[in-house]
């Protein structure tokens, strides 16, 4: 892969990385930052019946959020990996070369069209 557009790809998951880091940071704490592994908070457990009510219907709601921007991040991670390794913009499945178009709208793709 050209150089220029790897290095615009990896501008563009560095990017992504530190919003869905923000996004996280707000209903998670982090187990495992590099891994991108995140946990989902309760928030402060409130004196009386009511307020924890709130915090685990917040919890209920924010489990789902959480768990889908952890598997983003965790993709993004991957493909800075993959970056480094010199493996990025290969499917993962016959490692051929994933279309460029595809990796500028999803540069952490693993695979290509086909597969
Ligand atoms: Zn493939």
Same mark, same amino acid.
């Given at each position: 892969m050209n150089e220029t557009i790897q290095s615009e790809l990896k501008a563009l998951l560095l990017k992504e990385k530190a919003e869905l880091e923000e996004n996280l940071a707000r209903i998670a704490r982090p187990v495992d930052k590099d891994k991108g592994d995140y946990e989902t908070t309760f928030g402060e457990v409130g004196a009386d019946r009511e307020d924890n009510t709130t915090e685990v219907e917040e919890y209920t709601d924010n489990l789902p959020v959480e768990l889908t921007l952890e598997k983003n991040l965790q993709e993004?991670? &991957?493909?800075?990996?993959?970056?480094? #390794?010199?493996?990025? &913009?290969?499917?993962?499945?016959?490692? #051929?070369?994933?279309?460029l178009e595809r990796l500028k709208v999803n540069p952490s793709a693993k695979t290509c069209i086909k597969c």
């Open positions: 993004v991670i &991957g493909a800075l990996d993959r970056i480094e #390794k010199d493996t990025y &913009g290969l499917c993962e499945n016959c490692q #051929k070369e994933i279309n």
